[in-house]
């Protein structure tokens, strides 16, 4: 429900550093002010302008009356894993709540420690997979940069004195190349030195198949690593896993994203979600080999979490390994993920998916009744006549 007393004052983490400048040069104040401000916001433990000691209090009082110093709450935090992976649900001004995920990797013997955090790009989301529980929810808005980046300005305060968040991966909440520009403004600040200062080989932006979007990041070059959902090869079972799939069928999505490969010299990763007697079959991994072989890619076979709405369970550990060696056989690099964080439903967007109340019983019959259905009709190779998904064009 959209809350009319929402704070409108935009978030401050959203400001580039020329638009800061303008801002105080407008109160007859030097540039330095927006370094200040800026270094403030990505490393101190100031809660709002006023906390700055190096700002003079009646420009701290503009600042605030201007600006907000963080545009999400941390409503509820969940730990798992030891405390090795830890779920944030943040509730935005007008009551929209979306998540983040850190998850921490202790120091190997060749590697250093890594704190990687998911972040959502939108609450909810147009796309409808039916295996995800954002999904479910719908969509309901765009994110803010401000909104993007200062979920990463959360984790980073809940993290231990020397600790730093050292990746970031848009693959929390949201289809991140349906709110393009936000989401390349937040990368642009996730990269400045003065910000956070992450290279462009420790962002990953996750797409399920936007083609127009993946065809504008090639022009751009390279600023993250490209990650496309394609969960499915043949466009049967993928227009089902991912209703965009009757708007831009996987070969025009591969075809886009080897594109970008060449052009940027960058390897795309291509995740699959391993729904057990659904998309883990012998012929699915050839197809996807076939459509994949020669590329610059890297595959990720990671096993579905469960999520209430579906009839769908995680393939056995054994099928996914065979699957990953026909892979393997045709050349192409592919890794198993271990799951994070199942017992917190760390999968995209399953706290808030909690928290919006669990369907109804025969709501929850009838989708899995239709998706028993229309995954056994992909199977046999009958497209689906089903509408492209509202909202996403
Ligand atoms: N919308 C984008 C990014 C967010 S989803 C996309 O789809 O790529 C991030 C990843 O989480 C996707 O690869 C998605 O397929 C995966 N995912 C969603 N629900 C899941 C579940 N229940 N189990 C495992 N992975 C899931
Ligand atoms: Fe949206 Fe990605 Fe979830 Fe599909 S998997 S519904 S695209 S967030």
Known sequence: MADTTADLRPGLSGVDHAELVAWFGARGEPAYRARQVMTALWSGSAER???LSTLPRALADALDDAFRWSTVDDETLVRSDAGQTEKALHRLADGATVESVLMHYPATAGR????????????????GCPFCATGELGFTRDLATAEILDQVRSAGRRMQAGERVTNVVFMGMGEPLLNLDRVLEAVAALNDPARLGLGARHITVSTSGVVPGIRR??????????????????????????????????????????????????RVSYEVTMIGGVNDTHADADALAD?????????????????????????????????????????IPVTIRRNRGVEIGAACGQLAAERAGQPAAPAVARRRER?????????RGQRSDEPIPAGVE
Not at 371 to 379: D, G, I, P
């Open 371 to 379: 998706l028993e259905v229309a995954s056994a009709r992909a199977l």
């Open 49 to 51: 302008a006023g906390d």
């Open 112 to 127: 250093r420690a890594r704190h990687t955090l998911c972040i959502s790009s939108q609450a909810g989301c147009a796309v």
């Open 291 to 331: 459509l994949l072989r020669g590329d610059l890619a890297h595959v990720n076979l990671i096993p579905m979490n469960p999520v209430a709405h579906t009839p769908w369970q995680a393939s056995p550990m054994p099928v996914i390994e065979r699957f990953a060696g026909r892979i393997r056989a045709a050349g």
């Open 217 to 266: 990041l090639t022009e751009l070059g390279p600023q993250f690593t490209l990650a496309i959902s394609i969960h499915a090869a043949r466009d049967a079972l993928r227009d089902v896993l991912v209703p965009l799939n009757r708007r831009w069928p996987v070969a025009e999505v591969v075809a886009a994203a080897r594109d970008h490969a060449r052009a940027t010299g960058r």
